[in-house]
């Protein structure tokens, strides 16, 4: 039975560097085995189908092929459709009468726990917020996440520390759950 999943891949074709061609990557992951191989603007998102392997070891054999084909390390989290959708019905924000720019989720490869960012002084970044999910942030940045303090706090070093950490905004979010379906 076929899964559908969606590939995020970390800072690339970002400010010109480590610039990734979507259809190379089409092409590549057509060449690991994949069905249905589509990708979503340039930052990174590449949705497909497969029969075999789970989201870690997709993950990792993405990477490497990526690494062996293009010449740089590309961080990669693959999730299926179940969890893509589970993680934008769970919002704890109001998505439907918010700016897209406003909402951002931040995927983990991992499960976080709220001891991981107790040091943040969430009531100091008021109106800027965040929620814990199921290896996920959801980030509310009223004026953008460019312009966002606390989203500068989120991605301190410490608190990212043996992750892979990716955020899309809620756009994204959105069409990935479709492009999966």
Request: hydrophobic share 45%; aromatic share 8%; net charge negative.
């Amino acid at each position: 039975m076929t899964t559908m999943y969606a590939a995020l891949l970390r800072g690339i074709n970002v400010g010109g560097n480590r610039k990734l061609p979507m259809a190379g990557l089409r092409t590549l992951m057509e060449g690991l085995g994949h069905d249905g191989v589509r990708t979503y603007l340039q930052s990174g998102q590449a949705v497909f189908g497969t029969d075999h392997g789970d989201e870690e070891s997709l993950a990792a054999e993405l990477a490497q092929a990526i690494e062996k084909q293009f010449g740089f390390a590309v961080d990669v989290i693959v999730r299926d459709h179940a969890y893509l959708k589970a993680v934008a019905e769970a919002c704890p924000f109001p998505a439907a009468g918010l700016q897209p720019k406003q909402l951002h989720v931040t995927y983990f490869s991992a499960p976080v726990d709220a001891e991981r960012f107790a040091g943040i002084d969430q009531a100091a970044h008021l109106p800027e917020e965040f929620r814990l999910g199921d290896r996920a942030l959801y980030l509310y940045a009223p004026d953008g996440l460019g312009r966002s303090k606390l989203a500068e706090q989120l991605a301190r070093p410490r608190l990212t520390r043996g992750l892979i950490v990716t955020t899309r905004n809620w756009n994204t979010v959105v069409k990935l759950v479709e492009l999966t379906e």
